[in-house]
């Protein structure tokens, strides 16, 4: 199936009880795999289908291995550190006009795929860009 | 907006679990000590307002394709 001109799969519905920071109300959400490209993530208000974001795995950016998600964040989807089923993205800004792929880490999205629970925690390093590049990311490979 | 004027070492109670106190005040800045339950997130404004904007500006539309953004695809390699 298509969401926005994407092929998706996999859909799997999470609750983000807290919304996200700009849509507090909207707490579920569908999780899709994008059919073809691994590292990706489609995630889509139930309420407002046209809330449509693209996430990116945190793995796939180099700088983020220094990222320290507080143990207060974890735990508003009941987790602690080294739980196992527990995603990290980075939420995907595309400019269509410039071009430019940015991923967003200093909000980075957290899943605990067991309970089904979601969150958007805001991390207090400022060195983290909310517009980070991902040429950077081609440039180290 | 309630509004209520403190010093230096007064409280404020917000509902049950939520307590605000003033520390200490110098050339303009207010120290201000929060006591919440762990499951309420705390933020300064103009960044959680940052967040709010970059999320409604991420969103993806019908004109955004995923092969829009193909090139960046073949060098994700893990």
Redesign the interface.
Same mark, same amino acid.
């Given at each position: 199936m298509l969401?926005? %001109?994407?092929?998706i799969s996999d859909k799997t519905l999470i609750n983000f009880n807290?919304g *996200?920071?700009?849509?507090e109300k909207y707490s579920q959400f569908n999780l899709a795999n &994008?059919k073809g $490209?691994p $590292?990706?993530k &489609?995630l889509q208000s139930v309420d407002e289908p046209? &809330? &449509? *974001? *693209?996430l990116l795995e945190k793995?796939?950016v180099e700088i983020s291995k220094n990222i320290h998600v507080p143990r207060? !964040?974890l735990?508003?989807i009941n987790v602690d550190y080294n739980d196992p089923d527990v995603g990290y993205y980075f939420?995907?800004? $595309?400019d269509?006009e410039l071009s430019t792929?940015t991923a %967003?880490l200093? !909000?980075p999205i957290l899943i605990n795929y067991n309970d089904a629970l979601g969150y958007?925690?805001?991390l207090d390093d400022e060195n983290l860009s909310?517009?980070y590049p *991902?040429n950077v990311?081609?440039a180290e490979? | 907006m309630l509004v209520l004027t403190r010093k230096p070492g007064d409280k404020i109670r917000i509902g049950n679990n939520i307590l605000l106190t003033v520390i200490s005040s110098n050339f303009g800045q207010i120290k201000i000590g929060i006591d919440a339950p762990? /499951?309420i997130?705390i933020?300064r404004e103009e960044?959680?307002a940052?967040?709010?904007?970059?999320?409604? +500006? +991420?969103?993806?539309? =019908? +004109?955004?394709?995923?092969t /829009?953004?193909k090139g960046?695809?073949d060098?994700? =390699?893990?």
């Amino acid at each position: 199936m298509l969401i926005q %001109n994407i092929q998706i799969s996999d859909k799997t519905l999470i609750n983000f009880n807290d919304g *996200l920071p700009g849509f507090e109300k909207y707490s579920q959400f569908n999780l899709a795999n &994008v059919k073809g $490209y691994p $590292y990706f993530k &489609v995630l889509q208000s139930v309420d407002e289908p046209n &809330v &449509v *974001l *693209l996430l990116l795995e945190k793995e796939c950016v180099e700088i983020s291995k220094n990222i320290h998600v507080p143990r207060t !964040a974890l735990k508003k989807i009941n987790v602690d550190y080294n739980d196992p089923d527990v995603g990290y993205y980075f939420i995907l800004f $595309y400019d269509k006009e410039l071009s430019t792929l940015t991923a %967003n880490l200093r !909000a980075p999205i957290l899943i605990n795929y067991n309970d089904a629970l979601g969150y958007q925690t805001i991390l207090d390093d400022e060195n983290l860009s909310i517009h980070y590049p *991902l040429n950077v990311f081609k440039a180290e490979k | 907006m309630l509004v209520l004027t403190r010093k230096p070492g007064d409280k404020i109670r917000i509902g049950n679990n939520i307590l605000l106190t003033v520390i200490s005040s110098n050339f303009g800045q207010i120290k201000i000590g929060i006591d919440a339950p762990q /499951d309420i997130h705390i933020y300064r404004e103009e960044l959680y307002a940052k967040i709010q904007a970059q999320n409604k +500006s +991420s969103l993806v539309t =019908d +004109s955004i394709s995923i092969t /829009d953004i193909k090139g960046w695809f073949d060098k994700m =390699d893990k």
